[in-house]
């Protein structure tokens, strides 16, 4: 006698909150939660195709950030995503977020330092912040969520709780988000 294959679809184990990085309506019928990594092309090409989505369904997805730097393979990683949150504690998260996927290629310490500034943000008070690891535990509590959640790679998106298994083509994402605001 066989036993039937059992797979188990991964879920996000960590709800959303008021604490999460979030862009689109608070009410929206699908959200997106991303685990991502700054420097990981993957989630680059990634960024380009939510961005996409949320211009062309903008009033059906919210989409929520979650770091999952990758540090042995991509070196500037955290400290990009604290960065990232030095300049969302001053308002400007998903600004800094799209300028380090816009420029990936310059995540080092000075080019961010750069970008920082035009943001139009203390340089100096950032540089500080990251050096004193303010931000660690909230980069490091977003990892182990997605540890939790079952990630084990970048990026890795949920779609209404359940870990999205297709692609990351703008017109996969859609056709994943349509299904799910149909339901």
Do not use: K
């Not at 092309?41 to 903008?58: K, P, S």
């Not at 400290?79 to 600004?95: D, K, L, M, S």
């Amino acid at each position: 006698m066989t036993t039937p294959l059992q797979v188990t679809v991964a879920r996000l184990r960590v709800p959303v909150t008021e604490a999460d990085h979030v862009r689109g309506p608070v009410d929206a019928p699908v959200t997106l939660v991303e685990y991502a990594d700054f420097q990981c092309r993957h989630c680059g090409a990634a960024y380009r195709n939510l961005r996409d989505v949320l211009r062309q369904r903008g009033d059906l997805v919210r989409l929520v950030h979650r770091h999952f730097p990758i540090a042995n393979i991509h070196p500037y990683a955290e400290h990009a995503a604290q960065v990232a949150e030095a300049v969302g504690r001053r308002g400007r998260f998903w600004e800094m977020h799209d300028w380090l996927y816009e420029h990936q290629d310059q995540l080092d310490p000075v080019h961010l330092t750069v970008g920082v500034e035009q943001l139009g943000v203390s340089p100096d008070e950032v540089s500080v912040e990251v050096e004193q690891r303010v931000h660690a535990d909230r980069v490091r509590r977003d990892f182990v969520g997605g540890i939790h959640s079952g990630v084990t790679g970048v990026p890795t998106l949920f779609v209404n709780g359940v870990c999205h298994e297709g692609g990351y083509a703008v017109a996969d994402l859609l056709a994943a988000v349509d299904q799910v605001a149909e339901d």
